[in-house]
């Protein structure tokens, strides 16, 4: 067996801050639309609002912060908005405590805690690059993908368990304080950081506000990575509130049910990512990210056909899984080839207008889907979801890539 790769302990502090986070994160999973429901008696349209505004007003926010990040040092940065998103979260505890918690200040914090993980992720890609050589960026990204996915299939069943027991603000205090561990691991990484120098103009000006996007607009292998990208996601995402409707409501699945289905298939992340290295060193780069690719793209169309009982939560447990695989294969490799072609003074405002499309294109999809299921049904909507995701391969890049500029 193969000695396993050591990248420093700048990145190890690194890794275990973003683990910490995804954990909370994890825990934390659905805690704002619960707390609607149960708390403030919230219907299905307020419901689906705050999914899809909270995020796409964060997305719209943080539009100006990727330039901004680009000519600060990056781990402050990164405590910051650590920092700021344990804030926004800790005021909703607070205010039940008080019994003054209400449905405006829900969206407020959710739409704070989303343009601060654009800007964190933006700051912390840059501070990867830093401190992992480029070689190692492979290895670094399939671990921090490794730990995305144990933390999605260990946190939602925890944070259940912690509501029953404890209440249902229990998991957003969970998840305040792990962003709390977060800064403390990122200011435990040590080394110098030099202040980025800003060249020419010395002010901010609104054509900065599209650098990002024009980088990846130029570069014909990100501009279809992320054309394929912003779909992909925004047409996956779409289909998680409707399948809610499907199982629970239509279906009649227990919540247990309903919650192994989406856990238990995230042990598939686990196994891709840890594959990540072996099969792109055996297959080439182009060849599994345009077959990964596509094999997680044509699995959605069967969650239209789940039946009842135990033959549906089978069906939806092995698509979940084959998705889910394909994905945690498929996204190491494009965020190396991503970081590696970007230059190293654009990297916090590329990946930042990578995340606020990213945003956008799931709350676009997610309020177009509940309209449709309102009109039609979620099996219509979970259908057209996956014929639409059936082209999006052909979006993918079809000769090999480039070298990194």
Wanted: hydrophobic residues 55%; positive net charge.
């Amino acid at each position: 067996m193969a000695a396993r790769r050591r990248l420093g302990r700048r990145f190890g502090w690194l890794w275990a801050a973003y683990a910490v986070s995804a954990y909370g994160s994890g825990v934390g999973f659905g805690a704002f639309p619960l707390i609607a429901v149960v708390v403030l008696h919230a219907g299905p349209a307020e419901v689906s609002l705050l999914s899809a505004v909270g995020p796409a007003v964060g997305a719209l926010i943080a539009l100006p912060l990727g330039p901004w990040v680009e000519y600060r040092r990056k781990r402050p940065v990164m405590i910051a908005m650590d920092l700021v998103r344990c804030a926004a979260m800790l005021s909703v505890p607070a205010a039940y405590a008080l019994g003054r918690i209400g449905f405006a200040q829900l969206l407020v914090v959710s739409a704070v805690v989303a343009a601060a993980k654009i800007t964190f992720n933006a700051a912390g890609g840059a501070t990867l690059k830093a401190v992992v050589r480029p070689d190692d960026l492979l290895v670094a990204h399939a671990r921090l993908e490794s730990t995305t996915w144990s933390s999605t299939a260990l946190g939602p069943p925890l944070g259940g368990a912690a509501v029953g027991l404890f209440g249902p603000v229990t998991t957003v205090l969970a998840d305040a304080l792990s962003h709390l561990l977060s800064a403390l691991g990122i200011t435990l990484m040590g080394g110098r950081e030099e202040r980025p120098r800003r060249t020419g103009r010395s002010r901010l000006r609104a054509g900065d506000l599209l650098d990002g996007w024009r980088h990846i607009l130029s570069h014909p292998g990100l501009r279809a990575l992320y054309a394929n990208q912003v779909l992909v996601a925004g047409l996956i995402m779409s289909t998680e509130p409707l399948l809610a409707v499907l199982l629970l409501r239509d279906l009649g699945f227990p919540p247990w049910q309903y919650g192994l289905a989406f856990a238990a298939p995230c042990v598939g992340g686990l196994i891709g990512s840890r594959l990540a290295q072996r099969v792109v060193a055996r297959y080439g780069r182009p060849r599994v990210l345009r077959v990964a690719g596509t094999l997680r793209a044509v699995w959605l169309i069967g969650l239209a056909f789940v039946p009842p009982g135990i033959a549906g939560l089978a069906l939806v447990m092995a698509l979940e899984l084959a998705i889910i695989v394909n994905m945690s294969l498929y996204n190491p490799v494009v965020a190396t080839y991503r970081l590696e072609h970007i230059p190293g003074e654009r990297v916090a405002r590329t990946l930042s207008a990578w995340s606020i499309g990213n945003g956008l294109s799931i709350a676009l999809c997610t309020v177009l889907a509940g309209l449709l299921a309102g009109a039609t049904g979620p099996r219509t909507a979970l259908a057209v979801a996956g014929l639409l995701i059936l082209a999006t391969p052909l979006l993918l890049p079809r000769t090999a890539f480039a070298a990194p500029r």
